[in-house]
């Protein structure tokens, strides 16, 4: 009989009484895509070779939470202590830091390849606090972002506050949509989006949010949307994560922190090669790779070494990167 998640963790790691307090407490703090956006940070201020290149991360840290990217900044030693903090298998998530550069260097480089071999279009699905369309921007490719509309017109706010004007920078074309009512190519209908052009899609940090029905229903209308020969990325949950039928290190905490915040986890996949081409064949993708996270670790994180009881790298979630025969 399988153990749950929380009984099957070591001893030694379990939260004291203490610490799960001060884990309800704090977990009602921030969102999670704030919180994303300062993990993001921590390992670029502390100098580690993990660090992603994304410099604009901090403009928009620094104008969205002031208070802690102060003390983060200026205070000797708090960039550390924060990132031991959130890392902690008391009080944190291990690997949660490494995790998320990880995953921005993936699709980093995914966005680059594209470019680079000729892609005329990205469409940054939950956008959220992304700068790819920024970074990355060059004459002749033309990104979008879909994001509810509230969170659109945050983002344009603090895009406008932070970065150079648009004649300097050109924008991304926004798209305030809530997939879950309209698909998306509704969405971009009208936008100046070109369904016969290879396409590259990126949807990260939003599947598991998702109800199931939800999920294959959004990678369907990707799907629709995708001329021949278009990518879409995402990252998943493990199914038996979800469950807890097996014990993964930090996911109890990370899915405490993420329901506390009313944003908790409804979905997984098998992260399994052939389960999930199964999956998304008949959603008209082709699986072109699944990552491991022992994987992405080792490609994205080479200095790293894999340990099962603190991996480096959060152990619960997968990538998957497809095509559009």
């Known amino acids: 009989m399988e153990r749950s998640a929380e009984a099957a963790a070591p001893a030694e790691h379990q939260p004291s009484g203490f610490a799960k307090a001060f884990k309800a407490l704090t977990s009602h703090f921030s969102k999670t895509n704030v919180n994303m956006l300062l993990f993001r940070t921590l390992n670029r201020d502390l100098c580690r070779p993990n660090a992603n290149e994304d410099y604009i991360a901090p403009l928009f840290r620094d104008r969205l939470i002031p208070l802690r990217s102060w003390v983060q900044r200026s205070i000797p030693g708090m960039a550390a202590l924060t990132r031991r903090s959130v890392e902690s298998p008391q ?66 706010q603090l895009v406008k506050a932070v970065l150079p004007g648009p004649e300097e920078l050109p924008r991304p074309v926004y798209v305030a949509a809530d997939l879950a009512h309209v698909t998306l190519s509704a969405a971009l209908a009208g936008t100046g989006f070109d369904r016969s052009k290879r396409t590259l899609f990126t949807c990260e940090g939003l599947i598991y949010y998702l109800p199931e029905a939800a999920v294959s229903t959004l990678l369907a209308s990707v799907a629709d949307l995708a001329a021949p020969g278009s990518r879409l990325l995402f990252d998943f949950l493990h199914t038996d994560a979800l469950d807890g039928s097996t014990h993964y290190p930090g996911y109890t905490t990370c899915a405490e922190s993420v329901a506390g915040k009313g944003e908790a986890f409804i979905s997984g996949l098998v992260p399994d090669s052939d389960e999930l081409a199964a999956y998304l064949a008949p959603l008209n993708w082709h699986l072109g790779r699944l990552w491991s996270p022992r994987e992405m670790a080792a490609a994205q994180l080479p ?20 095509t559009k025969a």
């Open 91 to 156: 009080l944190g998530v291990p690997g949660v830091c490494n995790f998320v550069d990880a995953r921005t260097k993936w699709l980093d480089q995914a966005v680059k390849q594209a470019l680079d071999e000729g892609v005329t279009q990205v469409v940054v699905i939950a956008a959220g606090y992304d700068t790819r369309a920024y970074r990355f921007f060059r004459p002749g490719a033309q990104f979008f972002e879909v994001d509810l509309p509230s969170a659109s017109k945050r983002k344009q």
């Open 303 to 322: 200095h790293e070494r894999w340990n099962e009881a603190l991996p480096p790298i959060l152990s619960f979630y997968s990538y998957a990167e497809c």
